[in-house]
Structure formats: C-alpha cells, structure tokens
C-alpha cells in the first residue's frame, strides 16, 4: 500500500466558474517523483479535466511554472517528497490573468520582451564573411543573463509587478542588459530610450525576490540594479558632456 | 505615460549616495547622541565642546551633506514605499511634491541652521 | 491580454492584497527595509534639533537632553537606531549586485565588495565617535 499525498489543486473553468476554486486529490508518494508527476498522475486516473502546461519535464523549457506551497517553482523541478507528509497547494502562477485551471495568460510578458528588443544591434552589419570575435572573457560579461529560460517565476515573485503591471519586470530588462553587455551588440542606448521610463529599470525596488525564485540563477536584480548605474553614468555624462557624449561601444 | 528619463537617474544617484552616507554615519550617530549620552553609557562632550565643534567649517559641511543625501535617500525610499505598499500610485504627482519637497524643506532648515551658528 | 474568443470566455484577475507584504517573510523583510526610511528622516530631524538647541545656549540645550531622556523617546531611538543598523546592514550586502568590478575578466565576488565596506563602516563609526567623544 503505497503512501499517499494530498495535493490541493486551483481549479478554475471560465465558462462555468465565477472565481477560482481548489479540488483535492490523494496521488502516490514515489520518492523520485516531481510535483509535474503527481500533476500527470491527476490527470491519467484521478482527473482528465485537469489543464496544465508542461513539455521538457527537465527544467529547461520554462513551460511548467505554478506557485506550489505560495512559492513559484518548475513543477518538474520541485521534489514531491520534499512537501511530505503535505498537502501540497498548487496554484497558477501569481500575478497573471488565470487562462484556466492552472494555466495563465503571459501574452502581458511578451509584449514587455519586445520592448526589450532582444537581439543584436548593429549600426552597420558586417559582411557575411566576417565573424564576430568575442573573447571568453567579452563573453562571460553577459552569459549569465543569457541563461533565462522565459520561465517567469521571477514575474511571480516580484511584489512591484503584482501591485503594477505596467512594471517591465525582471525577465525583459535582464534579457535587455545581457543584449547591452554582449560585445556584439551596438543597440544600449536605443534600449535605454525604452527602458529608461518609470515604469521600466526606475520602477524596480530590488526586493530580490526574483533573483531567489530564478532556476536558472539569472539574477535579474543585479541585472536591473547594474542597469540603473549604468543609465545614471550615462545620464551624468549626457549633462557633463552634452556633445562629446560618446555611445556604448 | 510621461517620460521621466530626466529625472529618475539624478533621483536613483541622490539615493544611492544617501544610501551609502546614512548606512555608514547613522548607527554611530544615533548610537551615540539618542541612546549612549541620554543613558548616561558614555560621558557626552559639553555643550560648549559640541558647539566649538559645530562652528568648525568642515564639520559643518559634514553635516550639512549627511542632512541633505539622507533626507533624499529616505524621500526617495518612502516615495515608492507609498506607490507600491498602500498602492497609491495614482497620486504620484502629490507623493513626489510630498516626499522631495518634504527632503527640500529639509535641506534648506539645515543649510539655514548650520550657516547661522553663531 | 489575449481578446476573448468563444473557447476563451474571459480570464481571471486575481485582486493582490494589501497585506501581500505579510504573506511571506522576504516580502515582510523588504518592507522593513523601506521603512527605515522613516528613521533616517527621524535621525535628520534629530540631528537638526540638536543643531539647534546646542546655537540656541544653556536653556534650550538642558530642554532638548531633559525631552532625550523620556523613557517615551528612549524607546523611539531604540527602534530608530536598529531599523538604522538594519538598512546599513541590507545596504552593505546590496551593494556588491550593483557594483560589479571585474578583475582580469573575472568577477570580483560578492564578499570582496561588502568586506571592505563593512571595514570602513566599523572605521568610519570609530572615527566619528572619536571626533565627538574627545572633548
């Protein structure tokens, strides 16, 4: 007789439902099971009805993202045994409309990417003969930024996003400096422009929270906090020498 | 949205630096002057000691720029304090006259005072 | 925001509460965080009382130590003086994610930045306690 965990799942159906409700489940506590296994086991034999996304079940497609225990985690990353005896509360990501049980809608997220406008700029291409020459060390200058799986725990956690969606949020201005750090890239004031507003890098308070929840330790805080001196150096620049100003290479 | 890039980065650098002035000169300040000296844990200088103290150029300088970066440190702070913990953002125009005016005030009385030791 | 279509009726909102801040203990951490600010304006005001009362003379002065003494400010101060500590405290360990000094292509880590700065907080308080306490 195997031992058994509950497992409290937010259930929310648009058509039928006004707001969200929880339904519970008792699944087996096999000890190499994640919580996107106990997910599945619902849904095989307990409850087709139940709608969740996932794909890689290995942490690298950032599909699976729900609050388990009011923490946002990759739910093929999370230990079911590490919430024994439970129960374990699962719930859609924090901060985002709720699409459908636990499925939100982050279509508010990709708006906020593009503005980031994550990809390289160049003022002038070069040939398609000539490579880009980066040194390991130009490289290592951005790469951990470049690590974001788009998973947007970090949106989850962040207080500032919850309290005002207009806020950019720690993913697309971390996505936006690993483009202003990488050797390659010619386009940081044109992102700057962008980011520079309220709501963008200044609306950051640098609760951290991000940084804590990211699977993939992409610090975005430290990301957005370089960020703000970078654009302050630039700004003092800018009145210091209003014409000599030069650009980030 | 109105763009504001030309005054968050002169607001986030006042706030940094009076983060770093307040963090490094309050503990020993208040330490000193609101528990130590009124409990009797230290002897506090004399009157007169902190006054001749007080008239010398440096000091006052000293005390007029730990007064002016942490009043806009916590003006800064207590600003989205208010914007983002009683979700008030709407009235952002009189949060910011608030919180910098009220750092403003502050700086003036202590440029004023410190100029007028006598 | 996806537009509603017939197999999307609509989404749902969930409202943040206005005691989000209390649901979880990094949340109630960086509340406090802000609200030292508060005391840091309350040590200025302090600060500038003192400055005050000590131009003022004898009179003025012997009222502002008689109000520092009450038990009712005595305990302010005390809580003044650790939400201080505590932003000292939270500052000295930000500092290094902001500041990123990179040595010979490396990073230089976290507690090669806080280290030093918290020798010069300790060296800094030492010297403004020896400036007023020597008389």
Not at chain 1, 1 to 23: F, L, S
Not at chain 1, 70 to 76: A, F, I, Q, W
Not at chain 1, 81 to 100: C, N, T
Not at chain 1, 225 to 244: D, F
Request: proline fraction near 7%.
């Amino acid at each position: 007789m195997a031992i058994k965990i509950t497992i409290e799942v937010a259930r929310y159906n648009p058509a039928r439902d006004h707001e969200p409700g929880t339904d519970s489940y008792d699944v087996p506590l096999h000890k190499e099971w994640v919580v996107l296994d106990a997910l599945n086991y619902i849904k095989d034999h307990l409850d087709g009805s139940l709608t969740f996304r996932w794909s890689c079940r290995m942490g690298v497609c950032g599909s699976c993202g729900m609050m388990v225990n009011g923490v946002p985690k990759l739910t093929c990353s999370t230990f079911l045994s590490d919430y024994a005896p439970g129960p374990v509360r699962i719930e859609p990501m924090r901060h985002f409309p709720i699409l459908r049980d636990l499925v939100v809608d982050t279509s508010d997220f990709l708006v906020k990417l593009a503005q980031s406008k994550p990809w390289i700029i160049r003022k002038v291409e070069k040939p398609l003969d000539e490579e880009y020459v980066q040194t390991p060390a130009q490289l290592e200058g951005y790469k951990q930024f470049s690590m974001c799986i788009n998973c947007l725990l970090c949106y989850a956690a962040c207080p500032i996003y919850g309290l005002d969606p207009r806020f950019t949020g720690p993913a697309a201005i971390a996505l936006a400096q690993r483009y202003n750090m990488d050797s390659r890239d010619e386009g940081a004031s044109e992102r700057l422009d962008i980011l520079s507003k309220q709501e963008g890098i200044w609306g950051c308070m640098f609760v951290g929270e991000c940084t804590q929840v990211c699977p993939e330790h992409v610090d975005p805080a430290g990301a957005i906090q370089q960020y703000k001196l970078t654009a302050a150096t630039e700004w003092l620049k800018a009145l210091v020498l209003p014409r000599g100003a030069k650009e980030r290479p | 949205m109105k763009r504001t890039r030309s005054n968050e980065p002169l607001l986030w650098l006042l706030f940094s630096a009076g983060g770093v002035v307040s963090a490094m000169l309050m503990p020993v300040h208040l330490f000193l002057f609101a528990v130590a000296f009124p409990l009797g844990w230290l002897d506090p200088p004399s009157d007169e000691t902190l006054l001749a103290l007080i008239r010398q150029p440096l000091v006052r300088v000293y005390l007029f720029v730990f007064c002016f970066l942490s009043l806009f440190h916590g003006a800064h702070r207590f600003r989205f304090t208010l914007y983002d913990g009683l979700q008030i953002k709407h009235l952002n125009e009189l949060i910011n006259v608030l919180c910098y005016g009220g750092a403003l005030v502050g700086t003036v009385t202590a440029a004023y005072l410190l100029w007028r030791v006598p | 925001m996806i537009n509603p279509t017939e197999y999307l009726p609509k989404s749902y909102h969930r409202r943040v509460s206005t005691y989000w801040w209390l649901a979880r203990r990094p949340y109630l951490k960086f509340i406090l965080r802000e609200a030292s600010s508060v005391f840091v304006g309350w040590t200025v005001l302090l600060t500038l009382l003192q400055i005050w009362a000590v131009t003022r003379g004898p009179s003025a002065n012997a009222a502002f130590h008689e109000w520092m003494r009450h038990p009712l400010m005595l305990g302010v101060n005390v809580i003044a003086f650790l939400f201080v500590l505590f932003h000292a405290v939270t500052w000295f360990s930000l500092t290094p994610k902001a500041m990123v000094i990179r040595v010979k292509g490396q990073r230089v880590p976290d507690w090669a930045i806080s280290g030093p700065t918290y020798a010069v907080w300790v060296l800094v308080s030492l010297g403004v306690a020896w400036v007023v306490l020597r008389g």
